[in-house]
């Protein structure tokens, strides 16, 4: 995995956590950045000094940060840093429906991903245009075949919940 791009291809390698949640906390303009520090349990001053990397983010405030902002950006620049891909976890009230979609997905994403990786080596050389087309459809395809893991142990375990009742 190329840690020099998120998956949106929007946060590169130079980036670090305090410039990339300042940018989600400006993007997202209509959230008020006193709430925002209100229902982290903080003071905004505080909240301040982390958004300017004036002093580091108490970690366990990341992925509350990343909810109330409904952007995952920060998160997603950590696990590049660590050479992981996260995934969303499915609802736990997933169908079988669902499922069969998300199987549909996944065949659709691998086809896409695929195609993307071939017209990239289909010259010999990686271009950094390419890399930013071709890797966040990998990512996806990672991801998708993560969720979709869990999703099939979450439903093998309500079947044996069942079974044992």
């Known amino acids: 995995m190329n840690a020099d791009f998120e998956q949106k291809g929007r946060t590169l390698a130079g980036d670090d956590l305090a410039s990339v949640l300042s940018r989600v906390v400006e993007i997202k303009a209509e959230y008020d950045v006193r709430l925002l520090a209100q229902q982290l349990g903080t003071n905004y001053r505080s909240l301040m000094y982390w958004l300017r990397g004036e002093r580091h983010l108490p970690a366990h405030l990341l992925p509350q940060i990343c909810m109330l902002l409904n952007n995952y950006e920060a998160l997603d620049l950590l696990e590049s840093q660590a050479g992981r891909v996260a995934f969303k976890l499915p609802a736990p009230d997933t169908s079988l429906n669902k499922e069969m979609q ?6 659709r994403e691998v ?4 195609e993307s990786v071939a017209e990239t080596l289909a010259d010999g050389v990686v ?39």
């Open 102 to 107: 998300a199987v549909s997905n996944l065949i």
């Open 127 to 165: 271009e950094e245009k390419e890399l930013k087309t071709t890797i966040p459809k990998l990512e996806g395809v990672i991801r998708e075949c993560a969720s979709l893991k869990y999703l099939l142990e979450e439903l093998s375990q309500r079947g044996k919940r069942k079974k044992g009742r």
């Open 111 to 114: 086809g896409d991903a695929l």
